[in-house]
């Protein structure tokens, strides 16, 4: 089976298109963000790591990409930042790779941002979730997620590996 970030980026890869906005809201490494600025015409990129735009503005010039707009601080703050809606989003949960373990999302930002990006999404949009759950905060985080998810009246498909522990998708089309 494809690793779960590589499917989510096949996953979206139909919502992109020359005209398209999106916003990566845990850009970390810039793995989504620079995928997302190589299919759409501007891509919003948040963390509250100041490395983690280090790494990404480095990797940005290498790929001469400019399409990005870099927005430092929580994803709790994007409507600050972006006044257009959106294409496609994605939030990849957890901690940085190889970083502090203590900077990750939490269930207290999590509950205010997802619910913010859908507000977000144009009509027929994609929004993907990929949860963690192999630390105590991203328990906490799938555990809402999982009901918040199953509550909304977007169609969305759960994609889950089959073992428990492992790192799951959620790939919601927001349909009005
Ligand atoms: N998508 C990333 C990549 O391609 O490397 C991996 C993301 S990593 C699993 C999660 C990231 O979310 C970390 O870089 C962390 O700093 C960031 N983060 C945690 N809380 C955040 C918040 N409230 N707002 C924005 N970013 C946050």
Redesign the pocket.
Known sequence: MKKM?VLAHDLMLPYLHEHAVCA??????????LFLAKHARRVYA????KE?FVITKKKAKEAQLDNIIYCE????RMSSYIKEELDAA?F??????H?SEQ????LL?TKE?VPQALRLLKRKGVLVL?V?IGHEEGRKESAWLDTYVAGLSYPYLKITSGSPASPYLYVIEKRV
């Open positions: 970030t990566d809201f845990t850009m970390g490494n810039g793995y989504d963000t948040f963390d509250i790591q983690a601080g929580s994803h709790v994605i990849n949960f957890g901690y940085l790779p970083g900077l990750t999302t939490t930002t941002a990929c963690y």
